[in-house]
């Protein structure tokens, strides 16, 4: 069992791991067993691992936020999809909503993205 190690020693091996207990266990040389047990019992652990994945998202989302800015065309569907429904953006079902040109090419500049490499980006994929 993990009780060997302090609480310091897992939660840096956690950091270490970007929270992810199993590969803090490997780092730690013990079972995933005993590292999810130690976790399950201790809150501190349990807050260490949720401030990571808290920490983790907000990188995620400002990688997403740079690609839209920048008129990257998939990342801006994929946003729409999951962001912009509200606004009628993304998937109706298993269809895609029909979505006007003028308006992503209007969003991507209220975005301060680059509205050429998103036309770039559609002349390439309709090469395909």
């Not at 800015?69 to 946003?79: D, E, L, Q, S, Y």
């Not at 308006?103 to 770039?120: A, F, S």
Request: proline share 3%; hydrophobic share 40%; aromatic share 4%.
């Amino acid at each position: 069992m993990a009780n060997h190690h302090s609480i310091a020693q897992i939660e840096a091996a956690l950091r270490k791991a970007d929270g992810r207990p199993a590969a803090a266990a490997r780092i730690l040389g013990i079972s995933r067993q005993a590292m999810h047990e130690r976790v399950a019992r201790t809150p501190r652990l349990q807050e260490c691992i949720t401030e990571i994945e808290q920490t983790l998202l907000d990188l995620a989302e400002g990688v997403i936020i740079k690609a839209v800015r920048a008129g990257h065309f998939p990342t801006i569907k994929w946003f729409l999809d999951r962001r912009g429904r509200k606004r009628g953006y993304g998937r109706a079902g298993d269809e895609e909503s029909s979505m006007p040109q003028a308006d992503i090419e209007r969003l991507i500049t209220q975005l301060g993205g680059d509205v050429e490499i998103y036309r770039r980006t559609l002349r390439l994929q309709s090469a395909r």
